[in-house]
């Protein structure tokens, strides 16, 4: 709630910016533990502040449970009225559940370079419940924060 | 009846220098870059998203949206083809189909311009009206995505989505079908909207809800065929506005040519051989307007355009070189199109075209040699080029067709190194029969796609409903019902642990339960999706192109056409028959091992049992030898295959014909998939189609009698058998011919060839930039060796190459 209240008001750009090369650090460490916060809190921040990157959530209501195989780690992002809230809520009825077999695993799915649902499935690394087009979505999302951080994002 | 007038059927007074276009056209196409299009979606969905079916049944919903599309496709002339019309708006174009898999590049829409194996570039604009207008529609639309809605998260889907059992065809296409350009040719579509106009009249006078369906039917019919006549119409004002500024005398004439064709056809009769390939063209256009990219098949050219080229021919009209070049020019632009595909697809399954197969040669309806000028023309093109499109067939009957045109065939195929493929008339022919096709519709069977059999614009085929990995349900049959890469998740029926099994009889009927239980699960997925392509997506503008729809009033997806059925091909049986094979004798017969010891093999995957890998593969019964047992397998698991597929009836009323081609799922699947009791190891690639495993058959004679032995009849979907010869020169061709005409006396049904070593193709490999071109065969269709992934060039690399002088294998050195 707090976090929450700071997002929308407090120093955004800035902190954008900070999240930003905490994760270029953290993809070129290849260190995976804390990413999937770290990259919620920056997609949180800009959708927030990149007007551009906000129409990704227009009219999209949905409700993403990433969790890993043992259960022992749970985090839900809700989709709602253009802002996206991260929380540990346990969620009824999401619209997608990815489970992933480690926070590694989910690193490489969604930021190796090439985000691939395909790959990470037939190595067992991540399964799913629900409509597969919402991890294709949210890929999308989590590639161009990653091709933001690291300078990679082509100019128009 | 035979009609070759050519005095040189190899026509080898033309080369690509004779055309002052071919090889310019040629090299542009081969070398352009694959863009996506997302022209056909954006038209598509913004209908759709506009209209929201007010009023309107889904078949006539569905045929404005496509009507959309077509009258507001771009008339675009990228070059100076003799043929006016691009599948897509680029050059060559990679269009998104999001009812299908369009949605499958979403993650990498900001990658997939820069990715490294076959990269397909995407503008921001574009990228930006995918990603905020077209996929936000379709994430709950598509055809997976309404399946799940309709049927939850059942059995058969989760199956699915782990991909690793079976693919199931529908939740990306039907497509893989041979539609009939007869009528359009001599009647025009204005006849066929007349008729539709006429019978919807009539059927509104009748009273039920089947007058009804058959009302609309005929009013989407119209619909389409009307969007497709105004798209011809726009090529025919585009290409006289552009003649306007011309200020090239050749090119203008060029340019007004096309505006009088395309103001003929495909609307009125085609009048000449030249405007009958156009209206060809443009509906294959039309066709792709509807379903996806994939093995829309053109069919017997060499039949369907011989009236018409006969025609010119005496009247003075056409010569044999414009007939060669305007035949050159339909060969390339059947390559302006490629599909979009994700990079998971590209690094499993990579490389493939969209495999539209043209059929010459063989025999006519009434049975006689239907071999004429034109599949020598087609021949000669085909050679000429050297192009991954179309797929190229030729048809043989070795009692009506002559064996120059055996050898003909031959030399070409030692000419493209690969192409084209070879089928055996009398085979196939009674194979047809015996599934219901009357014998005249089955003398008229052209090959869909891979290697599938259709009686040509009769018969809807859907000939890759399921593609199943044999090698599945083998693996549940060791475990018990669970995969190894799955652990403890226990999939199919539980059929005891095998090492309590006293006799193979045992596991074999342990195999048969785990198979039987996976097919029904991939049958009971395409019955469903069968229903969600009922609601979403029938197909009036290709049903207008059959026989069957018209006459009742129903579109092939309601089971309209003369003939239906569904194809379900396999995968990894080879490595299956001999793994089988292998514990029989390993096991049971000769006990060199317990069950135990070899399933510890192959958990391990091999791993310090190295003695037992070896016995494995070279002590046990191989498919492709002599081997009694290993003979039996294979023709055990043929039948039992054929028996249950054929006890099924699809919900178009047709059987499930099972079928052994597999595109490059042999590499992909292979690689997702643990060591297996032949001594494979653990993700190599299983062997191709129904072809024997690398290595095993010791001379081609014994290769092709087992496969031969295996018959036809138990085969309705068709096979492909690759096979490798080193090198042809001249003087190998009649005795290349008279493998392949043994082999089909012997009763073998297909096959397919690469005239190449294992020194060429690993220079190939190395050294990409030597062989740009180098055009293979995989396992239906042929491919660009270097748009494959590794897994699958290493495949190709490894295949037996044998001897033709001699027979003999040549044992590969890594």
Sequence with gaps: MIQEFLNLILFRTYRAKIKQEELEKLIQSGIADGFLELLLSLMSLMLLIDKEYSKNIENFNAKYVFTNQSGDMYVAAEFEDNILKVSEKKLQNPTFTLIFKDERSLFKFLLSGAPDVLNALLNQEIDFIGNINYIGKFGFMSMHLLLLATGRLCPD | ?814
């Design chain 2, 1 to 814: 009846m035979s009609t070759v007038t050519l005095k040189d059927i190899s026509l080898k007074e033309y080369d690509l220098n004779s055309f002052e276009n071919l090889k310019v056209l040629r090299d542009r196409l081969i070398a352009a870059p694959v863009e996506i299009c997302i022209e056909r979606a954006k038209f598509i969905t913004g209908y759709l998203k506009k209209n929201n079916q007010a009023g309107d049944c889904d078949a006539v919903y569905r045929a404005k949206a496509v009507q959309n599309y077509l009258i507001n496709k771009a008339s675009v002339f990228h070059d100076n083809s003799l043929l006016a019309g691009n599948t897509t708006s680029k050059g060559k174009g990679a269009p998104v189909y999001p009812e299908f898999i369009g949605l499958t590049i979403w993650s990498e829409l900001e990658t997939i311009s820069k990715r490294e194996k076959n990269p397909q570039l995407l503008t921001k604009e574009e990228l930006d009206i995918l990603n905020y207008e077209i996929y936000p529609y379709w994430i709950d639309r598509d055809v997976l995505a309404t399946a799940k809605s309709w049927y939850g998260n059942i059995k058969s889907i989760q199956l699915l989505e782990k991909i690793m059992f079976y693919v199931s065809g529908k939740a990306g296409c039907i497509s893989h079908t041979v539609p009939d350009f007869k009528r359009v040719l001599k009647e025009g579509l204005n006849a066929v909207i007349k008729e539709a106009e006429e019978k919807e009249k009539e059927a509104l006078t009748g009273s039920g809800q089947e007058a009804v369906k058959h009302a609309e039917f005929y009013q989407s019919v119209q619909i389409a065929l009307k969007g497709l006549i105004i798209y011809s119409s726009h090529l025919a004002e585009e290409a006289r506005r552009l003649s306007a500024s011309c200020t090239d005398e050749k090119e203008r004439k060029r340019l007004i040519r096309l505006a009088e064709i395309c103001g003929q056809v495909p609307a009125k009769p085609a009048r000449s051989f030249y405007e009958a390939v156009q209206c060809i063209w443009i509906c294959l256009i039309g066709i792709h307007a509807e379903s996806i990219n994939m093995a829309i098949s053109p069919g017997r050219l060499d039949q369907i355009l011989y009236p018409y080229y006969e025609k010119d021919m005496k009247d003075g009209k056409l010569t044999i070189k414009e007939a060669l070049e305007i035949t050159g020019c339909l060969w390339l632009k059947l390559g302006d199109n490629v599909d979009v595909v994700p990079q998971a697809s590209e690094e499993l399954f990579g490389g493939a075209g969209t495999a539209p197969a043209v059929t010459v040669g063989g025999i006519d309806e009434a049975g006689e040699d239907a071999v004429n000028d034109l599949t020598y023309i087609m021949l000669r093109v085909t050679e000429l080029l050297k192009t991954r499109e179309p797929s190229m067939n030729a048809r043989f009957h070795y009692e009506k067709n002559t064996r120059e045109y055996r050898d003909r065939v031959c030399e070409v195929i030692a000419s493209t190194l690969s192409a084209p493929a070879l089928y055996n008339d009398i085979e196939n022919i009674s194979t047809l029969v015996n599934q219901g096709t009357r014998t005249e519709h089955a003398r008229d069977y052209a090959v869909i796609g891979c290697v599938e059999l259709a009686a040509a614009g009769r018969s809807y085929d859907a000939s890759s409903s399921v593609i199943m990995n044999l090698a599945a349900p083998l693996e549940m049959a060791l475990y018990n019902g669970r995969r190894y890469s799955t652990g403890a998740t226990q999939w199919g029926p539980q059929t005891g642990e095998p090492a309590a099994f006293k006799d193979f009889n045992e596991f074999m009927n342990a195999y048969k339960k785990q198979a039987k239980w996976l097919i029904e699960q991939a049958i009971d997925l395409n019955e469903r999706f069968g229903a969600v392509h009922q609601k979403m997506l029938p197909t009036p503008l290709l049903s207008a192109l059959f026989e069957g729809p018209m006459e009742k009033g129903a579109d092939l997806i309601f089971g309209g056409a003369v003939y239906n059925s569904s194809g379900a091909t396999h995968v990894g049986f080879a490595d299956t028959v001999d793994s089988l094979s292998a514990v029989e004798c390993a096991v049971f017969n000769e006990k060199y091992c317990t069950f135990e010891e070899l399933l510890n093999g192959i958990k391990t995957n091999f791993k310090d049992r190295e003695a037992l890998r070896q016995y494995l593969l070279k002590h046990t019964p191989k498919y492709g030898t002599d081997n009694i047992f290993a003979k039996k397998n294979a023709k055990e698991i043929i039948s039992f295959l054929y028996e249950v597929y054929q006890s099924h009836t699809n919900y178009r009323g047709g059987k499930y014909r099972p079928a052994y081609w597999s595109m490059t799922n042999h590499a992909g699947q292979g690689k997702i998939t643990y060591a297996t009791p032949n001594g494979r190891k653990a993700y190599e690639a299983f062997a191709s189609g129904i072809t024997p495993v690398s290595g095993a058959a010791g001379s081609i004679t014994e290769c092709l009698n087992s496969v031969a032995a295996l018959g036809s009849v138990n085969i309705p979907g068709g096979e492909a058998l690759n096979i490798k010869f080193q090198c042809l020169t001249d003087k190998d061709i009649p005795h290349f011919g008279d493998y392949i005409e043994a082999y089909f006396r012997q009763g073998g049904q297909q096959i397919q060839f690469n005239i190449m070593s294992y020194e060429m193709l690993k220079e190939a490999k190395a050294n990409p930039s030597k062989y740009p071109y180098l055009l293979v065969r995989v396992s239906g269709y042929s491919a660009y060796f270097n748009d494959l992934n590794e897994t699958m060039q290493d495949e190709l690399i490894t295949r037996t190459q044998y001897s033709v002088n001699t027979g003999n294998a040549i044992l590969y050195n890594k």
